[in-house]
């Protein structure tokens, strides 16, 4: 069911960007070069907003020393965008396709771009055009369905982890109550990824908290008290998902902030105001005089120069997958699976839009310990080789005494 | 003028740590076993706070292997004080230094700590003790007088220019206003670091506001509303110690947080307020839909894996350095001076303690643009070189289209 005539190809960013969605669009760029019913690739400036406006870029005209770099480079190249299209947006985006002899769809986004793909597949088929939509799985949050983990978690990991490590270490340096606000809105995932900082038995995160386990100030602030109680200083990482016993986003609760996105989100990102929030109960409830709080924020998805090898790796082979599907069946999307054995492996495989899109995906309870307060070994064990390792730390400060 | 008896050494790490205090701590170690007139080498534990309690710990004991990691590793691998010691904290010191048999104090810190080595310096002399006390330049703020820059701000300013060439990629994919708030509380070096990031002509930061320059509201949001009109979005770096034209520093005026530290600083790390304090005005005054801040936080003088080449070698140095003249001469502070020429180069070189002690320094004029909103080339011909270079990045979105 190969396709016979020669047609052009549309390459779309969408969402959040991170640090390896650029190399999927290479991969996508450089696989589609070898396939010669592939004519031309565009890449959709800003994703399907470009689309409907018409906007692209021709991908094949990119030199291979500008695709290097691009590869290497956080955020999305071509740029992104937020709407979710529905049926009506789809029709304009299925005009446009029929206009460029568009034949090919590649799409690299979360759960909302398979179901973009999913939406787009469907209206083709109906309408009866030849049209193979595919979707390129990229998330920090990795919280989508069906694939082992998400191209763009193990960079973001790596760079929680390698903030958290530091952080520990300027903790013991100067005691005291660090908060530590991390990325996830209802996956936690990225902030169980500070956990992989934990090189020692008492080194932090001390207590890592999931949106997955709703807590109360109380048993907060009784966890809290404990750790530093034996300590003399804690290290906490916080989801910025984390919601109370009844439910309710904490965030919700202490911000007036009701913007939201095209998806109904509230705004959890680009606002210290929770970091600030816990910081205060701690200092109020527990009368310790030091405590601090940083919200990681927008570093953790797009700071340059801190790919996982392991994660840049993967993104670019899911991109070069994906044309390797296309031009052989009909729309999907890739998917990782990690191969049973010692040393980590993985391979890549093909599954409908439909498992994929609209959904997410939660930490299973074997990642979480049975206070809800951190991790287990299995989640390190899932993890660490996403972010391709981490650096080596030591300090002095425990030594014998003379 | 050669010591003649054997006698012991401490070693100390003081204030704020820095991602390279260990590299010159291990430069004091590494050195001072070459020197056989230094007996022991005692650790202070905790800085000052640690060597009137008595707790040291025998560095001379600590492998080699142990003592590279330790070098890599951000903060302060003997844990630190932000004590400021009067004459009586110093007296007791010194009790300590006599009992301990201590010729040598070798002082790991910023202003504060050469200050501390001249009081115990100045108090020995009148004592008739024999200590050499000397100071090893620290800090992130690279705020010291008399050194062309500090161990600690490379590192520093690599992370900042990172974050903002990842955050200026991030900007361009989902365009809006960006706000990020960087350390600096009296000098503005480290907030104009984030301009190295500025590798194209629009590229981000658009805007960067320092200590050295107060700025109203009102000018704030007319800088941002023109970059904004002009290129659909704006990425800003702003001090955290950026005041208003009435010289009062905007975190004061919006935050009732009035803890501060042994030295009577606000504090203004870690915590958010001053971040989205500038959002909410951007939003309501410019009516601009997205808005996002960050505050760097303690991920700027912590993060792990992240040294610059070049700073962990001049800390090195530093501390080698320090013991070198300790052995020959009385007490001093170990300072760079930039060597003439095209390619970058220093030496190092004694200067008083009391031309250290208690003063800082801030941007000159020339590193800041006439507009008081952004750098000049000098600033990035000083600063860039001590970065160790920084990652090349690509995008996509402006290329011609088809």
């Known amino acids: 069911m190969a396709k016979a005539a020669k047609v052009n190809a549309v390459v779309g960013q969408s969402g959040g960007p991170t640090s390896v969605i650029n190399a999927s669009l290479v991969g996508v760029i450089e696989e ?61 985006i299925l005009d446009i396709f029929k206009k460029r002899n568009v034949g090919y769809f590649f799409y690299i986004g979360g759960n909302d771009s398979a179901n973009t793909c999913f939406i787009i597949n469907n209206m083709a088929q109906k309408a009866g055009l030849e049209l193979r939509a595919w979707h390129i799985p990229k998330t920090v949050d990795n919280d989508l369905l069906v694939t082992d983990h998400c191209p763009g978690f193990g960079t973001a990991a790596k760079f929680v982890a390698c903030a958290v490590l530091g952080d520990d270490l300027d903790n013991r340096a100067l005691p005291g109550v660090k908060i530590d606000v991390i990325m996830g809105r209802n996956a936690g995932f990225l902030t169980a990824a500070s956990a992989l900082a934990k090189n ?55 911000t007036e902030t009701t913007e939201k996105d ?55 082979m899911c991109g070069r997958q994906a044309v390797k599907y296309a031009v052989k069946q009909p729309s999907g999307s890739v998917a990782i699976r990690r191969l049973k054995g010692a040393k980590y492996a993985i391979e890549l495989f093909a599954t409908e839009l439909s498992s994929v899109a609209e959904k997410t995906k939660s930490m299973p309870d074997e990642f979480i310990n049975s206070e809800g307060n951190s991790v287990t070994d299995a989640f390190v064990k899932y993890a660490l080789p996403l972010t391709g390792g981490l650096p080596k730390t030591e300090y002095l400060g425990n030594y014998p005494r003379v």
Chains 1, 2 share one sequence.
């Open 32 to 92: 589609a070069q070898k396939h010669p019913q592939i004519a031309n690739l565009y890449g959709a400036v800003h994703a399907v907003s470009g689309i409907v406006k018409d906007r692209f870029i021709n991908l094949k005209k990119v030199s291979a020393k500008t695709l290097e770099l691009v590869a290497a480079s956080p955020s999305s190249a071509l740029g992104s965008s937020r709407d979710k299209p529905d049926e009506e947006y789809c029709a304009k």
């Open 200 to 254: 020692k038995e008492d080194a932090g995160p001390h207590l890592v908290y999931f949106p997955e386990r709703p807590i109360s100030m109380d048993k907060f602030l009784a966890d809290v008290n404990a750790v530093y109680t034996k300590l003399g200083r804690c290290v906490i990482a916080v989801s910025e998902g984390i919601c109370d016993t009844d439910g309710v986003v904490w965030t919700k609760k202490i």
């Open 262 to 316: 095209q998806h109904n989100n509230i705004q959890l990102s680009g606002t210290g105001a929770l970091a600030d929030f816990l910081a205060g109960q701690v200092k109020g409830a527990l009368k310790i005089k030091r405590v601090r709080a940083d919200t990681f924020g927008y570093l953790q998805r797009s700071f340059a120069g801190l790919q996982s090898p392991v994660d840049a790796k993967e993104a670019r």
